[in-house]
């Protein structure tokens, strides 16, 4: 069977959003969030082969070396 991945990130306009709240709204929304994948993730188990981790800091790999950079994941 094939393996797919989903990926959800943001945008630097949501981060900007996200910048002005109060840590009670951003702690509040957290919680929900959590909430709602978890409940998400339950309902699609049989479906779920690997519920994944986040991402780590993105590097670049070329010829030059490794450097980190920057991208929206």
Known sequence: ???FIAIYYGNPAALEQW???TEVAKAD???EGVKTWM???EKNS?????VGNPLGKTKRVDPKGISDTKNQL
Do not use: G, P
Not at 46 to 50: E, M
């Open 1 to 3: 069977m094939k393996k």
């Open 19 to 21: 910048a002005k709240l």
């Open 29 to 31: 929304r957290q919680k």
């Open 39 to 41: 409940n998400w993730a």
């Open 46 to 50: 049989k479906l779920i082969k690997d």
